[in-house]
T-cell receptor
């Protein structure tokens, strides 16, 4: 069964304390792994799409990497405004274009 | 570039009633999909429309139905509302199957 698991469920960091979020997946035929940021009461905000093992993408303090079984979202020197829920999702071959399977997210809190 | 817009932002309905939620896709995006997000969970795929035809469906009953219009706007209709239908309903659009999937800010539906 296609599945996405994120860890940890919640993470509390001090401002400037770097860390990583994990997303492991089991899907037959990966056609994209997506990272989103979601603020309370808002829709998911698109961050990255990764397509093949070894691929990396960066945006400000965030860097996403992909292997054959998992993805990491590295947060370097986080600031309080990085506090949010980070969602990982996968799209697979044979599925509908916009059918993404989501994990339950990691709730990140960055304290000043 | 316009984003994905949804209306209304909040809605309160009574069990057994019917509801229609609306979405305007990002400019040029011809594929639209709908998701249900319960509190503390990742979004769950409901269905997808491409060129005004449903071409992918998740594990949701037939009382969840939709429409897509020639201008790529879309509606989600839910009949015979149940208490468990209370959730954030998200609309998402993409240009094609190998691009990012972009979400609106959702409609918060409360069923009492």
């Amino acid at each position: 069964e296609d599945q996405v698991t994120q860890s940890p469920e919640a993470l509390r960091l001090q401002e400037g304390e770097s860390s990583s979020l994990n997303c492991s997946y089991t899907v037959s035929g990966l056609r994209g792994l997506f990272w989103y940021r979601q603020d309370p009461g808002k829709g998911p905000e698109f961050l990255f799409t990764l397509y093949s093992a070894g691929e990396e993408k960066e945006k400000e303090r965030l860097k996403a990497t992909l292997t054959k079984k998992e993805s990491f979202l590295h947060i370097t020197a986080p600031k309080p405004e990085d506090s949010a829920t980070y969602l990982c999702a996968v799209r697979f071959y044979g599925g509908a274009t916009n059918k993404l399977i989501f994990g339950t997210g990691t709730l990140l809190a960055v304290q000043p | 570039e316009t984003g994905v817009t949804q209306s209304p932002t909040h809605l309160i309905k009574t069990r057994g009633q019917q509801v229609t939620l609306r979405c305007s896709s990002q400019s040029g995006h011809n594929t639209v999909s709908w998701y249900q997000q319960a509190l503390g969970q990742g979004p769950q795929f409901i269905f997808q429309y491409y060129r005004e035809e449903e071409n992918g469906r998740g594990n949701f009953p037939p009382r969840f139905s939709g429409l897509q219009f020639p201008n790529y706007s879309s509606e989600l209709n839910v009949n015979a509302l149940e208490l468990d239908d209370s959730a954030l309903y998200l609309c998402a659009s993409s240009l094609d199957r190998d691009r990012g999937v972009h979400f609106g800010n959702g409609t918060r539906l409360t069923v009492t």
